[in-house]
């Protein structure tokens, strides 16, 4: 039985070794830059710019999320805006408040 539990204890500590994982993980060290210049072409794929609409200023945004024609944002004093893909046709949804049709808080990255 001692030896079981032995073997049992061995082969967990064992197996928690992580000699086989690579860590995939980027470091991004901004002293490091050369000219305080970052290309974002070295740490994605594909990037999309959209500039916003600047109907109404935008201050704090807490989340983003996007959808098929359209991306949300949950910002601090505003509360839900919708631009269209473009950025263009700003609208307001609710309003921040603890009253009817009002809310608190929104984390678009619940929906």
């Known amino acids: 039985m ?10 967990v500590i064992s197996s928690c070794t992580s000699d086989h994982i690579t860590n995939s993980l980027m ?14 072409s070295e740490i994605s794929d594909a990037i ?5 609409d600047n109907k109404f200023p935008i201050g704090i945004i807490y989340s983003v999320k996007f959808t098929g024609n359209s991306v949300f944002l949950s910002a601090k004093d505003l509360g839900v805006i919708r631009f269209n893909r473009e950025g263009k046709e700003p ?21």
């Open 2 to 11: 001692k030896f079981k539990s032995f073997l049992l204890i061995y082969i």
């Open 27 to 40: 470091i991004i060290d901004p002293p490091s830059f050369v000219g305080n210049e970052f290309k974002l």
């Open 48 to 52: 999309n710019y959209i500039p916003l």
């Open 91 to 111: 609208q307001i949804y609710g309003a921040v408040g603890r009253g009817p049709e009002e809310y608190v808080y929104c984390n678009c990255r619940d929906w």
